[in-house]
């Protein structure tokens, strides 16, 4: 049974950081893409980091430069190191899997097949 279950979120003030980890179980972790999505209330879910299996990654534009998306495979665990935090930073984020099964364009082209329960970042201003 494939299971993700993110923690490190909390609430902060604008300029600080958080570390956000996503612990996977149940499939063979380095064979995967991985990400971090992100969904403010009222809004729809978005992407913002992936990285692939060999360790390559991508960025939506609007964290590029403040966020590090990492893996680290003897632990099966994701990490999403958040810098200089924003108030529209402020979501719900979500780490999700998805069996990468080409370069590594496959892992912002395709669906994530699974989904951690979520944990929740808050920046005040």
């Known amino acids: 049974q494939v299971q993700l279950v993110e923690s490190g979120g909390g609430s902060v003030q604008a300029g600080r950081s958080l570390r956000l980890s996503c612990v996977a179980s149940?499939?063979?972790?380095?064979?995967?893409?991985m990400a971090w999505f992100r969904q403010a209330p009222g809004k729809e879910r978005k992407r913002v980091a992936t990285?692939?299996?060999?360790?390559?990654?991508t960025y939506a534009d609007s964290v590029k430069g403040r966020f590090t998306i990492s893996r680290d495979n003897a632990k099966n665990t994701l990490y999403l190191q958040m810098n200089s935090l924003k108030p529209e930073d402020t979501a719900m984020y979500y780490c999700?899997?998805?069996?990468?099964?080409?370069?590594?364009?496959?892992?912002?082209?395709?669906?994530?097949?699974?989904w951690g329960q979520g944990t929740q970042v808050t920046v005040s201003s």
């Open positions: 149940g499939y063979t972790y380095s064979g995967y893409c």
């Open positions: 999700a899997a998805g069996a990468q099964y080409g370069g590594s364009w496959w892992c912002i082209s395709h669906d994530y097949n699974y």
């Open positions: 990285i692939d299996r060999g360790g390559t990654t």
